[in-house]
């Protein structure tokens, strides 16, 4: 199937949000560009259009017949930081990188990834992919059905919930005084390097005992199907963490 690539500057005078809604192609978004522009890429019998709503720029790939099968768009676009995002995506993944304002990224049958970014939130929900987020600092709002969760050098309030999928923290640094979860439907939890600057009060559960903790500093109090960890500090920030599935906690 030939595809076909089209490119465009785009006037972001006194826009606040950009929304991206597609199929079939790849949607990819880099922040931090200083001339704002999108590659459209239109493979089969699809069309694509941009419109402006107010502080509002909405991005659409549109199919022209009855089917999607065969058919897609896929955009790429260079934008400035501290947009506020909304991205949506059928039958392939979303890729985001660099600041904004705010994610919020929807995904079916393709994965969601977010790098180097520092939102006030990410709302990331997928069926039937995967999520990783690398070098991310905010509020983590996580979804999949299923899917597996990877979470790597990343830091603020964390809450996550696979139904099913494994989730996987790597390296994460909790807000001080956050409420924090992660929860699987079945998958294991697995975390390597879990910090918290104003003290830890962890909580666990587990289907598929023992439990494994390695928190040298902490008090654990580790009973097999249940765990409580705790270290001290000025202002604790909670971690509850159950899983359908093996769970292990490393420092």
Do not use: C
Not at 5 to 30: C, K, N, P, Q, Y
Not at 141 to 161: L, Y
Not at 194 to 218: C, F, S
């Amino acid at each position: 199937m030939t595809a076909n690539a089209e490119h465009r500057a785009l006037d972001l005078t006194g826009i606040t949000t950009v929304e991206v809604a597609t199929f079939g192609g790849e949607l990819s978004v880099v922040t931090g560009a200083d001339h704002p522009r999108l590659e459209a890429t239109v493979r089969g019998n699809a069309t694509w259009s941009v419109e402006r709503v107010g502080t509002l720029l909405y991005i659409v790939g549109k199919k022209r017949g009855f089917f999607y099968l065969g058919n897609g768009v896929g955009f790429r676009l260079w934008l400035p930081e501290q947009l506020a995002l909304k991205l949506a995506n059928v039958n392939a993944d979303v890729r985001v990188r660099g600041d904004t304002r705010s994610i919020e990224v929807g995904a079916t049958n393709g994965d969601i990834e977010v790098r180097a970014s520092n939102p006030a939130k990410a709302k990331l929900r997928v069926v039937h992919g995967h999520v990783l987020v690398h070098g991310v600092t905010g509020r983590l709002d996580i979804v999949t059905a299923p899917g597996e969760v990877r979470v790597v050098n990343s830091g603020g309030e964390v809450h996550i919930t696979t139904s099913p999928g494994n989730v996987r923290l790597e390296q994460v640094v909790l807000t001080p005084g956050s409420s924090n979860t992660v929860i699987t439907g079945h998958g294991d939890i697995e975390i390597s390097g879990i910090h918290a600057p104003g003290g830890l009060d962890l909580r666990g559960k587990t289907t598929q005992p023992p439990i494994v903790a390695v928190l040298p500093d902490a008090d654990v109090r580790n009973k097999g199907y249940r765990l409580h960890a705790q270290r001290s500090g000025p202002k604790l920030s909670t971690l509850t963490l159950n899983a359908v599935g093996k769970l292990s906690i490393k420092q």
